[in-house]
């Protein structure tokens, strides 16, 4: 808003471009939010971050990767286990009897919701909407420095 009011002060356009390249840097590096990745458990992650591209732990921010990726509309390739590759060691053997379900006041068994990795990488509305405005106006700003540098 105060480029703008600058831009219109000075008669020059160069001002907003510089509003406009504050604002993004704002959003991607800067901007106080919370992880949002889905847990396994079906809600979202309450960790606090700094941008909205970045995650609270390394297995977030693969899931967040993969979220913005496919908000660039990018596959990403499913990891493979490599070949050859084998457990360092033998897997236990547990002797125990298995417990029983708990159930909960209806009857029905007390589980827990475990999502796919596609679900669970899919960024949150607000996420994806600002990325995708943050990022046009990285397009714009970069392309208004190299039009001001020619002209």
């Not at 496919?70 to 417990?99: K, N």
Request: hydrophobic share 45%.
């Amino acid at each position: 808003m105060l480029g703008e009011l600058l831009a219109w002060y000075a008669g020059s356009w160069r001002p907003a471009l510089l509003g406009l390249a504050a604002w993004c840097l704002y959003e991607f590096l800067l901007i106080p939010t919370v992880c949002r990745v889905m847990t396994e458990q079906g809600y979202p992650c309450r960790e606090p971050v700094r941008g909205r591209p970045f995650a609270c732990r390394p297995d977030h921010q693969a899931l967040k990767n993969e979220g913005i990726l496919r908000l660039l509309g990018v596959r990403p390739r499913l990891r493979r286990p490599v070949r050859g590759a084998r457990p360092l060691s033998a897997p236990v053997q547990d002797t125990s009897p298995p417990a029983p379900p708990v159930r909960d006041a209806s009857g029905r068994g007390e589980g827990v919701v475990v999502h796919s990795r596609a679900v669970r990488a899919r960024l949150a509305q607000a996420d994806q909407a600002l990325l995708i405005l943050a990022g046009a106006g990285t397009v714009v700003t970069i392309a208004g420095m190299i039009y001001g540098i020619r002209g």
